[in-house]
């Protein structure tokens, strides 16, 4: 099995920064893409953040400029570095990776989720 383990949410000021940690652990082969995305209350998850294998990254038009997402993969880890925080980025941050496992000499590829980490922005 493959589990991925958030860290780092909390309570922050607008305008102040915060750093999410996602480690992936378990039956892994390889990862490809590895992500970020958020669901506020009332609101359908979105994507935040994401980034390749080869280090490219897309981001959502409401958070360039302001977060950064990184991955070490030889840690199976991924970060989002969050600066200049605003109130309507409060949700919670779910984890997200394309784990490549092989059965059979052959490689699949799983969608596996965290648990979700919660990130509150005051005003």
């Known amino acids: 099995q493959v589990q991925l383990v958030e860290s780092g949410g909390g309570l922050v000021q607008a305008g102040g920064s915060l750093r999410l940690s996602c480690a992936a652990s378990g039956s892994i082969f390889s990862i490809n893409a590895m992500g970020w995305y958020r669901q506020a209350p009332g609101k359908q998850r979105e994507l935040v953040a994401a980034v390749t294998s080869g280090d490219d990254t897309n981001y959502a038009d409401s958070v360039k400029g302001r977060f950064t997402i990184s991955r070490d993969n030889a840690k199976n880890t991924v970060y989002l570095r969050m600066n200049s925080l605003k109130p309507e980025d409060t949700a919670v941050y779910y984890c997200?990776?394309?784990?490549?496992?092989?059965?059979?000499?052959?490689?699949?590829?799983?969608?596996?989720w965290g648990q979700g980490t919660q990130v509150t922005v005051s005003s």
């Open positions: 997200n990776a394309d784990v490549i496992k092989l059965d059979y000499g052959l490689g699949f590829i799983y969608d596996y």
